[in-house]
């Protein structure tokens, strides 16, 4: 009785929240849309670069007026200088600003992945708790009737209303999962924190089932990373301004020989450093990604598995070799297995999503200019 006032008490909170329920869709790239808009450090640093690329466009303009004065001039190589010298460095200054803002683009993004991934995993726990819930305790009542006829005891009879008591606990659980991944997401996104909707999608949330060899995503990444692209520009600007101040001939020429050569050379080491440091966050990533296609294998061997064995209990079950109790178990391993499989499909996701802007211009911010 108590099992069948809890499970009525259940499915009417269930049809109350769907009634409550947003009868809009979600999907992931809308998720990291919206955060991305509603971040408040991007929008921050946003106008930090706004502010220089009008500071590069302001001198542009001052250096294109001094272009006509330089014939007129008495120190022309000096003008000429400032005129070439100038925009370039205030270029290094966007580039850095630039590569910085979508670096942290991409981590907002990358959170806002990992939030709505949490949100599916709890959407598809509740859904086959749910399932599994209504399923054990048709064999609850099922076996209450076995009972009542002195087919079963009441031990076996407690085993049956113990399993499934625990799947409700577990159906419980994922519904405050899925309740608490919808915080933190709508938060993220800028929406009312108890926002529900309709329809999580995913249907763009499918791991590749291969992946490229390492040394196509180290090759990919040394050509895009933020800091690569940052030191070797920091590395151009110091060898044209040692350019043009050697043509000028210094008075301490020696002197400002050695500063600008040590200052070349320490932006060298600063473009290798980079470099070294892609190389190993690739390495360390690749490691990372062939672990998880490894584990969503497994998980997908052991799902099959699952399904197999709890095919082969029913078979059981119907011809009286087994208990209802044995099929439960089977029923629960299986439900269990399923959940253990989509997870690591989604786990996967992620670390190909996390390789891909990897290769791209990064997803970790360092120094922001």
């Known amino acids: 009785m108590l099992a069948a006032i809890l499970l009525v008490t259940l499915i009417l909170a269930s049809t109350t929240h769907i009634a409550q329920a947003a009868e809009d869709t979600l999907d992931i790239e809308k998720a990291a849309i919206s955060s991305i ?24 303009g ?31 200054y966007l580039i850095q600003l630039n590569n910085g803002q979508a670096v942290l683009t991409n981590a ?30 048709e064999d609850f009542k099922k076996a209450r009737l ?25 159906y419980l659980s994922a519904q405050n ?11 993220m996104m800028g929406e009312d924190i108890s926002k529900q909707y309709a329809t999580l999608q995913d249907y763009n949330v ?52 050695q500063q600008q050569e040590y200052e070349i050379a320490n932006a060298q080491n600063n473009l290798e450093l980079a470099r ?20 969503m294998e497994a998980m997908g061997y052991l799902a099959q598995q699952a399904e197999q064995n709890y095919q082969a209990a029913q078979i059981q079950y119907e011809n009286t070799m087994i208990t209802f109790i044995e099929l439960n178990d089977a029923k629960m391993a299986k439900a ?21 802007l990897a290769c791209g211009v990064g997803f970790q911010p360092t120094n922001m200019q």
Not at 66 to 79: C, D, H, R, T, V
Not at 149 to 166: C, D, F, P
């Open 37 to 60: 808009k509603n971040s408040q450090i991007l929008k921050t640093n946003g106008l930090r670069v706004e502010q220089m690329e009008r500071n590069y466009a302001n001198t542009k």
């Open 62 to 92: 001052q250096m294109s007026r001094l272009k006509g004065l330089i014939p007129f001039m008495p120190n022309s190589f000096e003008l000429v200088k400032t005129y070439v010298l100038t925009p370039k460095i205030f270029e290094n």
């Open 108 to 137: 907002v993004r990358l959170s806002a992945y990992n939030e709505y991934i949490t949100l599916l995993k709890a959407d598809y726990a509740l859904q086959t708790q749910s399932e599994l819930m209504n399923s054990l305790y």
């Open 146 to 170: 076995q009972q009542e006829q002195g087919m079963i005891t009441e031990s076996q009879l407690r085993l049956a209303e113990i399993a499934y008591e625990q799947i409700r606990y577990n």
């Open 177 to 187: 999962s899925k309740d608490s991944a919808y915080m933190a997401l709508n938060n």
């Open 206 to 257: 499918i791991p590749a089932s291969e992946i490229q060899p390492p040394e196509e995503y180290m090759e990919q990444a040394l050509a895009n990373r933020a800091e690569v692209s940052n030191a070797q520009s920091t590395l151009d600007l110091l060898e044209e301004q040692y350019l043009y101040g050697s043509a000028e001939i210094p008075t301490d020429y020696e002197f400002y020989k």
């Open 276 to 295: 070294i440091n892609v190389q190993q966050n690739i390495a360390e990533l690749y490691t990372g990604l062939e672990s998880s296609m490894e584990k």
């Open 336 to 356: 269990q297995a399923d959940i253990n499989y989509k997870n690591a499909e989604l786990d996967t996701w992620v670390m190909q999503v996390m390789m891909d």
